[in-house]
């Protein structure tokens, strides 16, 4: 099993910036990709971004690309979303989640809010 805690969620303008983290623990030799998901208000969870833990190739939504980042420090179990040029439509839970595979992500964080004002 894998323990995810996150952190950096908040409040911000439109057009501003924040940067959320995601530290790993337990059976952390298993992983093999980390990734970001989030859930709006009334909305279904959907994809943001990924990032192979060995190689560092990312994927991400359509939506955030070219806006959001992530990253990842292999010495401290521990992956990064940074976010810029925020929209209100960005407003939601955003929850970091591993895989040991190419299935399904299977360990999960409690999620923290962003919320972005117009």
């Excluded at 298993?30 to 971004?49: D, I, L, P, Q, T």
């Excluded at 179990?77 to 209100?88: D, E, G, H």
């Excluded at 407003?91 to 040991?100: I, N």
């Amino acid at each position: 099993q894998v323990q995810l805690v996150e952190s950096g969620g908040g409040l911000v303008q439109a057009g501003g910036s924040l940067r959320l983290s995601c530290a790993a623990s337990g059976r952390t030799f298993s992983m093999y990709s980390m990734g970001w998901f989030r859930r709006a208000a009334g909305k279904e969870r959907e994809f943001v971004a990924d990032i192979r833990w060995s190689s560092g190739n990312t994927h991400y939504a359509d939506s955030v690309k070219g806006r959001f980042t992530i990253s990842r420090d292999n010495a401290k179990n521990t992956v990064y979303l940074q976010m810029n040029s925020l929209k209100p439509e960005d407003t939601a839970v955003y929850y970091c989640a591993t895989r040991s595979g190419l299935g399904t992500y299977g360990s999960w964080g409690q999620g923290t809010q962003v919320t972005v004002s117009s």
